[in-house]
């Protein structure tokens, strides 16, 4: 089911070395200048859309050069900022986790191995890998057939205690419970493809001699197929898991093939079924049930395998917004400062973070911005924004950020098919965000005059189509700023018009619609 050139080159140059600079300097009042007030009289125009007749908005612009305010409106207003949130949980991890922190998945056992049995139980130990597919919980398997084991005489253990045992957001609404975008939280998950959705099977539907066949990413018999769909002269076909259930029915008429990424109801018990599935495919029967529990203390490893480092993981979490990622890292962060993997405790190590770098408080619900209860202001954002330019991982963050206008899934992510032919294009680096009614786009872009500027814009409560080509507007005159040569004014408000994806990140739309 679906919710609904050279100078370029030279631009994302100029825009890489202003924000290779080291941390803002002490702001220092500088005299107003006409390019300052063209540039309000502009944003102001730009902002009296019709749209926002009743709807909050909030902007604030600085220079990240010596901290000068070019425009504020509503800059304190307590806004919804969805994903923006994500800002501070990669940041926050960057800080606490470290940019090599690795998830480790791990086979254990408190049994004795007598020539190919082993006596005791098969305990697979997980930290929240967002990065696990079926390929990899299969190479384990091959590890613990490797080590020489045929049967294990007791129980397959699925140890998923280094998180609490909360799966969903206290604020999630119930209707994404099915969404792969709002997956069950574990600290064994698995992904279905590189684009790591953990906690998610790509469910297809095809036409086939008449019928329709059903199949999954990865291959698993997991989830109970209820198939009513027939084949039809075109594709209007539901797939849709029942609530709280392992059980997916799909209906309606299908031409084509059609893939729809659900959420599995239980993380932990599909990875289990994943990695028993594997161990028979290798020649290992585990003659026990299937049970989750705790590892035994000074249980002995047979196998392991680490995600990649959070350096490299920063990437698809951020560039494609991806909520799961956050949700386990908040709980990630959780366990490594309090010992606890839970919300509470993630979600205080990100609001410390925060405090500790001078930015306001806020209220923050979770790490990924599902909940309609985070409450953030402009100022706040961008408080942020500039305090991590100091950090020794920034330079790895900022690069993480969708940048405007760039083609490449992974290096334009949320942004790739926004400003694309403006001053913008390979220049605005920034972190975009969407729920119903609500709009967000925060970070970076150097001006026509090479001066690196902070910016936060965040709409809230619009009732007509998605405003995020104003949000486009904005970052595009953000780019031909300057201080000393206002450019003429009908070309500094051209801009592509945003694509239409009011209620979502387009990249949880399926296939990715950026």
């Given at each position: 089911?679906?919710?609904?050139?050279?100078?370029?080159?030279?631009?994302?140059?100029?825009?890489?070395?202003?924000?290779?600079?080291?941390?803002t300097s002490t702001a220092v009042a500088l005299e107003p200048s006409p390019g300052v007030a063209d540039l309000t009289q502009d944003l102001?125009?730009?902002?009296?859309?019709?749209?926002?007749?009743?709807?909050?908005?909030?902007?604030?612009?600085?220079?990240?050069?010596?901290?000068?305010?070019?425009?504020?409106?509503?800059?304190?207003?307590?806004?919804?900022?969805?994903?923006?949130?994500?800002?501070?949980?990669?940041?926050?991890?960057?800080?606490?986790?470290?940019?090599?922190?690795?998830?480790?998945?791990?086979?254990?056992?408190?049994?004795?191995?007598?020539?190919?049995?082993?006596?005791?139980?098969?305990?697979?130990?997980?930290?929240?890998?967002?990065?696990?597919?079926?390929?990899?919980?299969?190479?384990?398997?091959?590890?613990?057939?490797?080590?020489?084991?045929?049967?294990?005489?007791?129980?397959?253990?699925?140890?998923?205690?280094?998180?609490?045992?909360?799966?969903?957001?206290?604020?999630?609404?119930?209707?994404?419970?099915?969404?792969?975008?709002?997956?069950?939280i574990s600290a064994l998950t698995a992904s279905p493809d590189t684009d790591y959705d953990a906690g998610s099977v790509i469910v297809s539907?095809?036409?086939?001699?008449?019928?329709?066949?059903?199949?999954?990413?990865?291959?698993?018999?997991?989830?109970?197929?209820?198939?009513?769909?027939?084949?039809?002269?075109?594709?209007?076909?539901?797939?849709?898991?029942?609530?709280?259930?392992?059980?997916?029915?799909?209906?309606?008429?299908?031409?084509?093939?059609?893939?729809?990424?659900?959420?599995?109801?239980?993380?932990?018990?599909?990875?289990?079924?994943?990695?028993?599935?594997?161990?028979?495919?290798?020649?290992?029967?585990?003659?026990?049930?299937?049970?989750?529990?705790?590892?035994?203390?000074?249980?002995?490893?047979?196998?392991?395998?680490?995600?990649?480092?959070?350096?490299?993981?920063?990437?698809?979490?951020?560039?494609?917004?991806?909520?799961?990622?956050?949700?386990?890292?908040?709980?990630?962060?959780?366990?490594?400062?309090?010992?606890?993997?839970?919300?509470?405790?993630?979600?205080?190590?990100?609001?410390?973070?925060?405090?500790?770098?001078?930015?306001?408080?806020?209220?923050?619900?979770?790490?990924?911005?599902?909940?309609?209860?985070?409450?953030?202001?402009?100022?706040?954002?961008?408080?942020?924004?500039?305090?991590?330019?100091?950090?020794?991982?920034?330079?790895?963050?900022?690069?993480?950020?969708?940048?405007?206008?760039?083609?490449?899934?992974?290096?334009?992510?949320?942004?790739?098919?926004?400003?694309?032919?403006?001053?913008?294009?390979?220049?605005?680096?920034?972190?975009?965000?969407?729920?119903?009614?609500?709009?967000?786009?925060?970070?970076?872009?150097?001006?026509?005059?090479?001066?690196?500027?902070?910016?936060?814009?965040?709409?809230?409560?619009?009732?007509?189509?998605?405003?995020?080509?104003?949000?486009?507007?904005?970052?595009?005159?953000?780019?031909?700023?300057?201080?000393?040569?206002?450019?003429?004014?009908?070309?500094?408000?051209?801009?592509?018009?945003?694509?239409?994806?009011?209620?979502?990140?387009?990249?949880?739309?399926?296939?990715?619609?950026?």
């Open positions: 089911m679906r919710r609904t050139s050279a100078s370029l080159i030279a631009g994302a140059l100029v825009a890489t070395l202003a924000w290779a600079s080291s941390p102001n125009q730009i902002l009296s859309d019709s749209r926002l007749t009743i709807a909050r908005a909030g902007v604030v612009v600085k220079s990240a050069a010596n901290g000068d305010e070019l425009y504020a409106t509503d800059a304190g207003k307590l806004l919804i900022p969805a994903s923006n949130t994500k800002l501070f949980t990669s940041a926050a991890a960057a800080e606490t986790l470290g940019l090599d922190y690795r998830f480790p998945t791990t086979v254990l056992t408190g049994g004795r191995k007598a020539g190919s049995v082993l006596g005791g139980d098969l305990v697979l130990r997980g930290t929240g890998d967002p990065t696990m597919l079926a390929a990899d919980y299969d190479a384990l398997a091959a590890k613990v057939a490797g080590a020489g084991i045929k049967v294990v005489t007791g129980r397959l253990v699925a140890d998923d205690t280094w998180f609490d045992s909360v799966r969903l957001g206290n604020d999630w609404t119930w209707d994404d419970e099915t969404a792969y975008y709002a997956a069950p539907v095809a036409p086939s001699g008449g019928e329709v066949k059903v199949s999954t990413t990865p291959e698993t018999d997991y989830f109970k197929i209820v198939n009513r769909a027939t084949v039809g002269a075109s594709t209007d076909v539901l797939i849709e898991r029942q609530h709280g259930t392992r059980t997916v029915v799909i209906t309606g008429t299908v031409a084509g093939t059609y893939n729809e990424w659900v959420a599995v109801d239980d993380p932990t018990a599909y990875v289990s079924s994943l990695f028993r599935k594997a161990l028979t495919k290798h020649g290992v029967r585990v003659l026990g049930p299937t049970v989750t529990a705790a590892a035994p203390s000074g249980a002995q490893e047979l196998a392991q395998h680490e995600s990649m480092p959070l350096s490299e993981l920063l990437v698809p979490f951020m560039k494609l917004s991806n909520n799961i990622h956050a949700e386990i890292l908040t709980k990630a962060m959780g366990r490594k400062v309090a010992g606890q993997g839970t919300w509470a405790a993630g979600l205080k190590v990100t609001t410390d973070f925060a405090k500790a770098n001078g930015v306001e408080v806020l209220n923050l619900r979770d790490g990924s911005g599902l909940s309609r209860r985070d409450g953030f202001t402009p100022t706040s954002i961008v408080q942020l924004l500039t305090a991590v330019r100091g950090k020794p991982w920034y330079q790895t963050w900022y690069d993480s950020l969708p940048i405007a206008g760039n083609a490449d899934r992974f290096v334009g992510g949320t942004l790739r098919s926004r400003m694309r032919g403006t001053p913008a294009a390979n220049n605005v680096r920034a972190k975009t965000g969407s729920l119903t009614g609500v709009t967000a786009l925060s970070g970076y872009v150097t001006s026509a005059d090479g001066e690196p500027l902070v910016f936060s814009i965040m709409l809230n409560q619009y009732l007509s189509g998605s405003p995020k080509d104003i949000e486009d507007k904005i970052a595009v005159r953000l780019a031909q700023f300057s201080r000393t040569a206002p450019a003429d004014a009908p070309a500094r408000l051209r801009t592509d018009t945003a694509p239409a994806s009011a209620d979502l990140e387009c990249s949880w739309l399926k296939p990715a619609h950026c």
